[in-house]
């Protein structure tokens, strides 16, 4: 497998296309290309895009415009620089042609080509998707360095003031990342136990002596969610156990209080 095709299986990799031998050959790839790891990065910050978005009906012409559009995009391998390029080899008259691939690369060659346009149509609904909801501004297909826009939750994680304040709860632990200069933070919950039949988990965020709506935590022993309100001026946060649909102010005593001090 030469370079070209070792890139070219990036698409692949990061939507789990690839069988056992291509998996290994390209994670041994990846782990000294940083281009391919920005493009595998980047998909799957698509992918993550994605699962964030709520199912919303499709125009109708939607459909049409991407089957118009597929057969006219190629999805291109990151460029390589000069330095890592392999010299091209001279070939003289003397020299005897290339024997044919195996019968074993050219059916892994045939696959590839195969599932190519499914490949090329997941990168661009992804992408569309992506747009739709405010998330990736580059197109896979680019030739370009991919650009890639963080969301709320990333920016705060990634913030360069990041402070991160954590509360265990028997087995169970809630971590909040707070940006003062974003005004934002983020909740991290690991193996917190399922709400009583008929509860949620409410976010607050403690302003002065009020405690002030920030969220619901999704069912789920592990979530990471971005709190509503300002949380620069907030002194703590807090989680409680609510009727569905949430309270306007906490009925029951927090179950975890976390202090931004």
């Not at 509360?167 to 971590?175: I, N, P, Y």
């Amino acid at each position: 497998m030469n370079d070209d095709d070792i890139h070219s299986l990036s698409g692949a990799y990061a939507i789990d296309a690839v069988d056992d031998a291509e998996r290994a050959r390209f994670e041994a790839h990846l782990a000294g290309c940083s281009q391919c790891q920005a493009e595998i990065a980047s998909l799957r910050a698509a992918a993550g895009e994605l699962s964030l978005t709520t199912i919303t009906a499709p125009p109708p012409s939607l459909r049409a415009a991407v089957l118009r559009d597929i057969s006219s995009i190629r999805v291109l391998p990151p460029e390589v620089t000069s330095e890592a390029a392999p010299a091209p080899k001279l070939v003289t008259p003397s020299t005897p042609s290339t024997p044919s691939a195996p019968a074993s690369l050219e059916s892994k060659r045939a696959e590839r080509a195969r599932r190519a346009p499914l490949l090329q149509w997941l990168a661009g609904a992804a992408a569309a998707a992506a747009l739709a909801t405010g998330g990736l501004v580059w197109h896979p297909w680019s030739s370009g360095t991919p650009a890639v826009q963080l969301t709320a939750t990333q920016q705060v994680l990634h913030a360069k003031d990041a402070e991160r304040f954590q509360k265990k709860l028997d087995a169970a632990t809630a971590t909040i990342v707070r940006s003062p200069s974003l005004n934002k933070a983020v909740i991290i919950t690991t193996n917190l136990p399922a709400a009583p039949e008929g509860k949620v988990y409410e976010l607050w965020l403690q302003q002065g002596a009020t405690m002030v709506k920030a969220g619901f935590v999704p069912a789920g022993p592990s979530n990471t969610v971005l709190l509503h309100g300002n949380a620069a001026t907030a002194a703590g946060a807090g989680i409680t156990i609510e009727p569905a649909g949430g309270s306007e102010t906490p009925t029951l005593p927090p179950v975890a209080l976390i202090s931004f001090v």
